[in-house]
C-alpha cells in the first residue's frame, strides 16, 4: 500500500454490552490501523467523547436511545455528524446502518469521498421477523436497498445469504467480505472444569445461548428446546449470556416453570466469555435472520458445537460443525440431541477446526480490498 487513508466508520445500534457489531468494528478497526491506515470511528452515546484506542480514534456523539430496543442509541443530529465527518475530511466512509445513516452517502458524493455500506443484517428477514408476510416483506425491503445500493459506492455483505437480497434486484456493485474471529483469545483451552461446575453436576448436558435478547434474536427458542429436551429425559440446564428488552420475560418464564435457566446478563469479560464457551456441550443460536453469527463463530473456535436456525445464513458458516434446526423447540431439541450423539472429542475438534477457515486478518485484507480497489474498478460494477 503506497497511501494511508482516513477511513471514517458510522455505526448506529452500538452500546458496551452489545454484540457482534461492536466485536467487528473493534477487529477491522484495529487491523485497518495495523495496516498503515487512520481508522476513525463515529457511534452515539450519551454525552460526546473523543479518545484514542486499539481500534483507532474513537468519536462519540450524542445519540437518543430507540425506545423499546433496550438502550440503542442513534445518531439523529445530521448536522452534528456532518461538521464531525467535515472536520474529519476522510478519504473512505464506511457505514454500517443503511437506513437511518443513509444520507451520507449522498454527503459523501458530494464530496468525492468513495463510500460504502456493510450490511450487518438482512431487511426481508428483520421484517419477516415482526410479522409482515414474505410477499410484503421482500417488496418493502427491495425498495429500501435499492435507496440504499444507489446511495452507496460499494455494498459490502458478510454472507452470500446476506447478499442475495442485493442481487434480487440486481444490484451489481456488491461485494462479499466474510468476518473472523480471534482464534487466539477463543480457544478450546479456555475450557475450564469450574465454570462448568458453577452450572451443571456431572453428566448434565450444559448449554449456552449468547445472544442480545430481542425478538429478532429469537432467544425464547432456547427455554423451548430445554423444555423438550428435558421431557425426553435429558437432564440439561441452560445458561443465557447477554442483555436486552426481553430478559424479564424469559426469567419469568423459567422461574414459573421451573425450568434450570442461568441468566447471566451482558459478559464484559472475553476471558469469562471464551471460558463459558469452552465449557458448554452445545451452543444455540436460534436467531432466524442472523447474517454471520460472530457469537456462534466464537463459540466454534472454543471448541464447542452450534446448533442453529435453518432459515439464517449460519448452517453455511457453521458447516458440519454445528446442526441445522427447524425453527420450533422440538428442532432445536433435535439439533442438540444429534450434536451430544457425537463423540465428545470429535464434535469439539470439529468446531475448533470450522473456525480456523475465519481468522480475522482475510477479513480485514477483504474490506481493505474494497477501500483501495481502482476507483474504477467500483465505477465500472455500478453501471
Known sequence: MSTALRIVRLANFVTPVSGGLRTALRHLGAGYLAAGHDPVLIVPGPAHRDERTDQGRVITLPGRVLPGSGGY???????????????????????????TLRWTGDWAR???VRAAMVSHENATGLLRAHGLPQGAAELVADRLNSRTARAYDAV??????????????????LLEAPLGV???????????PAVRARYAAPGQPLLVLCSRLSSEKRPERALDALVELRRRGRDAVLVVA?????????????????????????????????????????????????????????????????AVNRS????VVVGPAGAVAEDTGTGFADAVA??????????????????EAYGWPPAVAAFLAVHEADPAELAGRRR
Open 73 to 99: 442509541r442513534v445518531l439523529t443530529d445530521r448536522r452534528a455528524v456532518a461538521r464531525t465527518l467535515t472536520a474529519l475530511a476522510p478519504d473512505r466512509l464506511e457505514v454500517s446502518d443503511r437506513t
Open 110 to 112: 458530494r464530496r468525492g
Open 156 to 173: 459490502i455483505c458478510t454472507t452470500a445469504w446476506a447478499a442475495a437480497e442485493f442481487r434480487r434486484i440486481g444490484v451489481r456493485h
Open 182 to 192: 480471534d482464534l487466539d483469545l477463543l480457544h478450546p483451552a479456555r475450557r475450564d
Open 242 to 306: 447477554g442483555a436486552g428488552p426481553l430478559r424479564e420475560r424469559l426469567e419469568g418464564r423459567a422461574r414459573r416453570t421451573g425450568l434450570p435457566v442461568h441468566f447471566l446478563g451482558h459478559v464484559a469479560g472475553r476471558d469469562a466469555l471464551a471460558a463459558l464457551l469452552a465449557s458448554a456441550d452445545v451452543v444455540l443460536a436460534p436467531g432466524p435472520v442472523e447474517t454471520f453469527g460472530l457469537a456462534a463463530l466464537e463459540a466454534l473456535a472454543c471448541g464447542t458445537p452450534v
Open 312 to 315: 439464517s445464513a449460519l448452517p
Open 338 to 355: 444429534a450434536l451430544l450423539a457425537r463423540p465428545e472429542p470429535v464434535r469439539r475438534a470439529g468446531a475448533r477446526a470450522r473456525a
